[in-house]
């Protein structure tokens, strides 16, 4: 690890030690996937209390970390809030996309780890942020490129999200990791294998450099610049003993 990755890896566990100490729950801020995979490849014994992470939604990319003391004796919350932006008027607006409406929040001078995944429509984004930046937040976003927004605050407890999937389905001879890439992406066997060899793939958050990582079902894999998918399973298998699998690529 270099030396940003040795002091990340330093502060989770004080973090937990904290936590263990203190018989309290102590939170990181936003990690993306490859702070995540140094927290998953961190040794167990080095953090005394257990851990569980939270992105507002299953599936999330970048997700928060809370230790958890032994002796829980509280009811605790994520320092989550979910925040709405939407144009002031659709009808004039433009089409904003998910780097627009980024990089708008990031030019108030908000760090990117403050903010969870963006999830963008037609109409309006959703975006997931720590609860001390979100009264800012609400008070000074009011426009993206040319367009002028508003943004609220919404519940999170009625907030309830369903990833798109678009399912894609196809015949791998085994369900190594690159044999199930092949079928979401449309590229020769090697290019898959540089990526994976690369450091550019992940599953279910942890770095994966070798193409025996075999799948299980539900699976989610992370493609760095191309996207996420989801490993459905075998759904049959032909005379010739190859597999017919399905995946859901995320959109």
Do not use: W
């Not at 001078?109 to 800012?136: H, K, N, P, Q």
């Not at 079928?183 to 540089?194: D, E, I, M, N, W």
């Not at 191309?226 to 010739?240: A, D, P």
């Amino acid at each position: 690890m270099n030396k940003e990755e040795l002091l990340l890896q330093k502060r989770l566990v004080e973090l937990s030690n904290t936590a263990y100490q203190r018989d309290i729950v102590t939170f990181t801020d936003f990690l993306n996937l490859n702070e995540l995979n140094i927290l998953h490849s961190t040794p167990k014994h080095m953090f005394p209390a257990a851990y569980e992470t939270y992105g507002g939604y299953e599936a999330a990319e970048r997700q928060m970390v809370a230790f958890l003391p032994d002796a829980l004796y509280y009811e605790y919350r994520y320092p989550v809030e979910i925040l709405k932006i939407s144009p002031v008027n659709l009808k004039f607006a433009e089409n904003l996309s998910h780097r627009d409406y980024l990089g708008g929040i990031l030019h108030l001078g908000i760090e990117r780890c403050c903010l969870g995944d963006l999830l963008v429509s037609e109409e309006c984004c959703r975006v997931f942020v720590t609860d001390s930046m979100a009264d800012y937040i609400c008070r000074n976003l009011t426009r993206i490129r040319h367009t002028t927004v508003k943004v609220s605050v919404e519940n999170m407890e009625n907030f309830h999200y369903t990833p798109n999937l678009e399912l894609h389905k196809g015949t791998v001879s085994t369900v190594r990791l690159d044999s199930v890439l092949s079928v979401a992406f449309p590229l020769s066997r090697s290019k898959l294998t540089g990526l994976i060899e690369g450091g550019k793939v992940f599953v279910n958050g942890k770095l994966i450099t070798t193409n025996a990582c075999r799948l299980k079902e539900n699976d989610i894999i992370s493609v760095r610049g191309m996207g996420r998918i989801k490993y459905l399973g075998i759904l049959s298998e032909t005379k010739k003993g190859r597999l017919y699998i399905e995946i859901g690529k995320y959109i």
